[in-house]
């Protein structure tokens, strides 16, 4: 039995191993003929030999026909780099971004309310102001009362005519994208003011709200408890026959000084500034700020007897009646609560390294009419100096009498504090808006508008010095890429010829971008080339050229 199992085992393997090598010998034909079948393949698309496309590689047309597509390829390499270096020097310098908030790029334009009552001129003193580059408009006189004797802090003072408020008048400087800010001297009130009058009365709630001193008596005369003097050089303490007591007046007798170490006065003024930026105005250009505060000790004058009466008090050494530290602390308070508000503030005549929250300080430049090169130098210099880059620029005059500069000095004037760094402050001159049609723009004035565009005005150096043994005051306005500018002024009562090439960079042929009357009359057209080695510049007058 187990030999035939064997057996049966055996014949099975054998069986198997057959149908192995009936497969294997399958599987070799089929690989025979499918390397026939590659043969034949290949023999169909075999190329052309070595000596064929020598022959072909060899022939003109091919030869031609290299060279044409060699030559052409580096013709277009060669058209496509000097294509991108001429695309590279033409194209205009991208300039930085104005690094400049809206309430610096424009002039600040202080216009007297009134001015722009009438509703059928409106559009057009707005277009006016447009031409002039301005988009800032500081209005002031806008409080009921008179000659800032205010009588109420949020009634304003604009008579409807011909349907025109104050609110429409903010709504149709802003729909033409202009900003409103309000001029407010926050020092004084009218003695109308419903406060003076309660206060006046002692009463216990309004007691503090001014300053008040009983002062001394001498039989049957009062004298004040100190010798100060108000901003004109008269006595700065008045007598109250209601209240038996002297108030104080840093002005006219007839401004009262706010106390503004009474908590309810501070609070009040913050409602202030509520109610007007929600009105729709942008901000606030406050004034006189500086006399806000007084010594609480109210001590003398140490430069100064109890009998002189003086008009000479900015002269005074001991200041102890402005610019204490309490009014910067409370300039500051002010500032960071407008600004969280929406508003800007604008402040005069405060150290600019002393105050914070505030967005610009203000300082008139003051100079007499006989000004000297050197004087206007270092005026210029002190502001430039100051702990903000960006100044702004209005030139007073300290002479009393009036027409102090004549008008091609205040061309200059114009065209000095358009192109230095800074905001221009402009009082508009009433007379423009008293007949039905505003003048035209004149030729400085648009031109100006044109220079301030300029990003040299924006992000140049400003380099400033005297020519001519300081009878010419000049600068130059210098940013690599962009067009730069030299403001020239001759001060002397003489026709000067002037070597410019003192200042580095300039050619010595420039154009001729901007000239006063008296200027203009000795030198060839506007945008005309000049000479800067031999420039010939008339007595009194300014020059603009740009290079």
Not at 54 to 78: D, G, H, Q
């Amino acid at each position: 039995m187990a030999l035939e199992k064997e057996d049966g085992a055996v014949e099975k393997l054998m069986e198997e191993g057959q149908k192995q090598v009936g497969t294997t010998g399958d599987k070799y034909d089929e690989l025979k003929e499918l390397e026939v079948t590659d043969h034949s393949m290949e023999a169909a698309y075999a190329g052309m030999g070595k000596e064929e496309l020598i022959k072909y590689a060899n022939s003109p047309f091919w030869i031609r026909l290299r060279w044409l597509l060699f030559v052409t390829f580096w013709l277009s390499w060669f058209a496509m780099m000097f294509g991108a270096l001429f695309i590279i020097f033409m194209t205009p310098k991208c300039f930085p971004s104005s690094k400049l908030q809206w309430y610096q790029k424009s002039p600040v334009y202080i216009i007297d309310t009134s001015l722009l009552l009438n509703k059928n001129g409106l559009d057009e003193k707005i277009e006016y102001m447009q031409k002039l580059g301005v988009q800032n408009v500081v209005m002031k006189s806008v409080l009921i009362g008179n000659d800032g004797e205010v009588i109420d802090f949020v009634k304003n003072n604009v008579t409807e005519v011909n349907g025109t408020s104050l609110e429409y008048i903010i709504k149709k400087l802003n729909d033409k994208g202009m900003k409103v800010m309000l001029k407010l001297v926050p020092n004084y009130s009218s003695r109308s003011h419903m406060f003076f009058a309660r206060s006046a009365l002692n009463e216990p709630n309004f007691r503090d709200y001014y300053i008040w001193n009983p002062g001394f008596k001498n039989g049957t005369k009062h004298i004040p408890i100190n010798n100060w003097l108000n901003v004109t050089g008269g006595p700065a303490w008045s007598w109250s026959d209601t209240r038996k007591e002297f108030y104080l007046h840093q002005f006219s007798e007839n401004q009262p000084d706010f106390n503004f170490r009474n908590k309810y006065i501070v609070d009040y003024f913050e409602e202030i500034f509520k109610f007007w930026l929600s009105t729709g105005v942008d901000g606030f250009y406050l004034d006189e700020v500086q006399y806000l505060f007084v010594d609480k000790d109210f001590k003398n004058h140490t430069d100064i007897s109890t009998q002189t009466v003086t008009s000479k008090y900015n002269s005074l050494a001991d200041k102890i009646t402005s610019n204490l530290p309490e009014t910067y602390d409370l300039i500051s308070h002010w500032g960071k609560l407008i600004r969280n508000n929406s508003g800007i503030l604008i402040v005069s005549d405060l150290d600019p390294k002393d105050v914070t929250e505030v967005d610009m300080v203000h300082s008139p430049v003051t100079l007499t009419s006989d000004f000297t090169g050197e004087q206007l130098l270092n005026a210029i210099s002190s502001k430039k100096n100051t702990p903000s880059s960006w100044s702004s620029w209005e030139w007073v005059c300290t002479d009393v009498k009036p027409n102090c500069w004549e008008k091609e000095m205040l061309d200059a004037f114009s065209i000095l504090g358009s192109l230095l760094p800074g905001t221009p402050f402009i009082n508009a001159d009433p007379k423009l808006f008293e007949g039905k049609h505003l003048p035209n723009i004149t030729l400085i004035e648009s031109t100006l508008k044109e220079l301030r565009s300029m990003p040299t005005v924006e992000f140049g150096s400003l380099n400033a010095k005297l020519l001519n043994n300081d009878t010419v005051f000049a600068f130059d306005r210098v940013m690599s890429g962009s067009e730069n500018l030299l403001f020239i002024w001759n001060l002397s009562k003489n026709v000067t010829v002037l070597d410019l090439s003192s200042f580095d960079g300039t050619p010595a042929e420039v154009n001729l971008s901007l000239c006063t009357p008296s200027a203009c009359s000795i030198l060839p057209a506007i945008n005309s080339k000049v000479d800067s080695t031999t420039l010939s510049l008339a007595a009194k007058s300014a020059v603009v050229l740009t290079f």
